[in-house]
């Protein structure tokens, strides 16, 4: 059966039923080039517009349930199959495309722009985010699926022209939408607007766009009720993301307080991680805590004893130069400079908004005691790995102090690959030390690290203490020959003994050794044992 639409003269049942007051007749088609152009730079903007939403729920899973390859796997695969599902459901509604395509326009601006609070909310009151994840990418990619079938229908009412030219400037411009978009996320809306005030701007923006294109290129098309219906609706929506904008903030702190127990007294979301302080009051002082991206780094109540277990027994041996990757608390730092022979300390950390607040908090500056401005430390800002693969420098001690590896981002540092470069930079006679995680609650987890250690060409020596805000952790001393547990502090430590040492190196008969392979940057193996070992807790 033969469209409307699709008959010679190019009119639309939206054509027949419109009652324009001037200008062009409804049964004839959009002349002159200007329209043309401007439909192909609306096909442009809703791209763009298109993968900035795919990409806000890559980039926020990342941040709150980590696992970007997964939360990736699951956004690019529901919303291609609801895109296909979309484009044949858009089928019977060629013959009311200019209605059709306002209505999916602002719906879409609507879900894409609300799409980032939404899943926020679900994952911070709700606790039901991979379930809010897979319907919001199925209802984006259902509208974005829905967009080009329609669009080749006005491109077709504008200027008849072979499908096959149609086709191919309809698609050429479409991904050359998706290549702005793509780049203007993580360097233009994520830096001047952040997650959930971008996708609220990249919503406005879409608005605009469908709504130029019809009530603007295709005014004709629309009698006055259905033009006054949209119009009413279209306000609505731009109304609902303007006040999105004004509200983001308070919603941010709201949702952001909702998931943890204390107080909140400073938060940051950089462009690497989420950082949260928390402060509460306890019988024995106030509990201080570090969480980045939700996973918690130190309660102020005990972390010291996690501190003085990481770094004194490396700086048993030589220590004049020490190397700290990661620890941008500044913790670690503080330990290493109670050390009066020591000549120099680098810490490497990837994110200065960590090392800016770790220098400009003062609750975070009274525990590290103002460690990075000790004239003997020096603060690099740069990815670990690169950093190692372009400097170097030997050290006598490296202190290998990361995040869990249960992110793809944080696993290539617990690979083959990147203790292999820490063996390049160690001095001889000299130590590394690797917090590897709970050989209690992660067992698989903790001897990957030893295995990967090993298979680096590193001799190691595990041991393990009791951190209460932890539980059992553990780390692995190693060199290029086994190196000894012994701790010699200039100053009393709080936690650390030569005994406390001794007991540490003993592995209960219910945590024995487990036999398993390393992981690489190919094969992070890391990152399997990781994630299912801590999801049961």
């Known amino acids: 059966m033969t469209t409307t639409e699709e008959s010679a003269t190019g009119a639309t049942a939206d054509d027949q039923t419109a009652q324009p007051t001037g200008g062009a007749r409804p049964d004839e088609p959009v002349r002159g080039r200007w329209p043309r152009a401007a439909l192909l730079a609306v096909v442009f903007v809703c791209a763009a517009c298109g993968l900035v939403y795919e990409l806000a729920l890559v980039s926020l899973g990342s941040f709150l349930i980590g696992n970007t390859a997964t939360q990736a796997s699951i956004v690019l695969a529901v919303m291609v199959f609801a895109m296909g599902v979309g484009s044949l459901a858009a089928k019977p509604l060629k013959s009311q495309a200019v209605t059709?395509?306002?209505?999916?326009?602002?719906?879409?601006?609507?879900?894409?722009?609300?799409?980032?609070?939404?899943?926020?909310?679900?994952?911070?009151?709700?606790?039901?985010?991979?379930?809010?994840?897979?319907?919001?990418?199925?209802?984006?990619?259902?509208?974005?699926?829905?967009?080009?079938?329609?669009?080749?229908?006005?491109?077709?009412?504008?200027?008849?022209?072979?499908?096959?030219?149609?086709?191919?400037?309809?698609?050429?411009?479409?991904?050359?939408?998706?290549?702005v978009g793509g780049l203007c996320f993580p360097f233009l809306l994520l830096p001047l607007f952040g997650q959930l005030r971008g996708a609220l701007v990249v919503g406005l923006v879409n608005a605009a766009a469908g709504c130029f294109l019809v009530f603007v290129v295709f005014r004709h098309d629309l009698g006055r009720t259905r033009g006054l219906v949209l119009g009413a609706v279209g306000v609505g929506v731009v109304a609902t993301l303007i006040a999105g904008l004004v509200w983001a903030d308070r919603f941010e702190v709201t949702a952001r307080q909702a998931l943890f127990r204390d107080p909140i007294v400073a938060a940051e979301r950089t462009p690497y991680q989420d950082i949260v302080i928390t402060q509460r009051r306890t019988p024995i002082g106030p509990d201080t805590r570090l969480y980045l991206n939700g996973d918690l780094?130190?309660?102020?109540?005990?972390?010291?004893?996690?501190?003085?277990?990481?770094?004194?027994?490396?700086?048993?041996?030589?220590?004049?130069?020490?190397?700290?990757?990661?620890?941008?608390?500044?913790?670690?730092?503080?330990?290493?400079?109670?050390?009066?022979?020591?000549?120099?300390?680098?810490?490497?950390?990837?994110?200065?908004?960590?090392?800016?607040?770790?220098?400009?908090?003062?609750?975070?500056?009274?525990?590290?005691?103002?460690?990075?401005?000790?004239?003997?430390?020096?603060?690099?800002?740069?990815?670990?790995?690169?950093?190692?693969?372009?400097?170097?420098?030997?050290?006598?001690?490296?202190?290998?102090?990361?995040?869990?590896?249960?992110?793809?981002?944080?696993?290539?540092?617990?690979?083959?690959?990147?203790?292999?470069l820490v063996r390049t930079h160690l001095a001889g006679g000299g130590r590394a030390v690797v917090q590897a995680g709970s050989p209690y609650f992660a067992p698989q987890s903790f001897w990957c690290v030893d295995a990967t250690l090993r298979a680096a060409g590193f001799a190691t020596t595990p041991f393990h203490v009791d951190v209460p805000s932890f539980g059992d952790w553990g780390y692995l001393l190693a060199g290029t020959s086994k190196p000894a547990l012994r701790v010699d502090p200039p100053v009393p430590l709080r936690f650390l003994s030569q005994a406390e040492l001794a007991a540490a190196a003993v592995f209960p008969a219910d945590r024995p050794p487990v036999d398993v392979a390393p992981s690489t940057l190919m094969d992070p193996r890391i990152l399997r044992y990781a994630q299912g070992e801590w999801s049961v807790y």
């Open 100 to 179: 059709t395509f306002a209505v999916i326009e602002l719906a879409l601006a609507l879900f894409g722009g609300l799409s980032v609070i939404a899943l926020y909310a679900a994952f911070s009151y709700l606790s039901l985010y991979t379930p809010a994840l897979v319907a919001m990418a199925f209802v984006l990619g259902l509208l974005i699926g829905a967009e080009i079938p329609l669009l080749m229908v006005l491109l077709q009412r504008i200027r008849r022209q072979d499908p096959g030219s149609a086709v191919a400037d309809m698609f050429a411009v479409d991904y050359i939408g998706a290549l």
């Open 297 to 420: 780094q130190f309660s102020s109540i005990d972390e010291y004893r996690y501190h003085e277990s990481l770094v004194h027994p490396a700086m048993s041996g030589p220590h004049r130069r020490v190397l700290i990757l990661g620890g941008g608390d500044g913790l670690a730092l503080r330990e290493v400079l109670t050390y009066p022979d020591v000549e120099s300390a680098t810490l490497v950390e990837l994110d200065p908004e960590m090392v800016r607040l770790a220098r400009s908090d003062h609750r975070l500056r009274d525990l590290n005691r103002g460690s990075m401005d000790d004239p003997r430390s020096t603060v690099v800002d740069a990815d670990a790995f690169s950093w190692l693969r372009d400097n170097r420098d030997r050290f006598d001690v490296i202190v290998v102090d990361m995040p869990d590896p249960d992110e793809s981002a944080t696993a290539k540092l617990y690979s083959t690959e990147f203790y292999s």
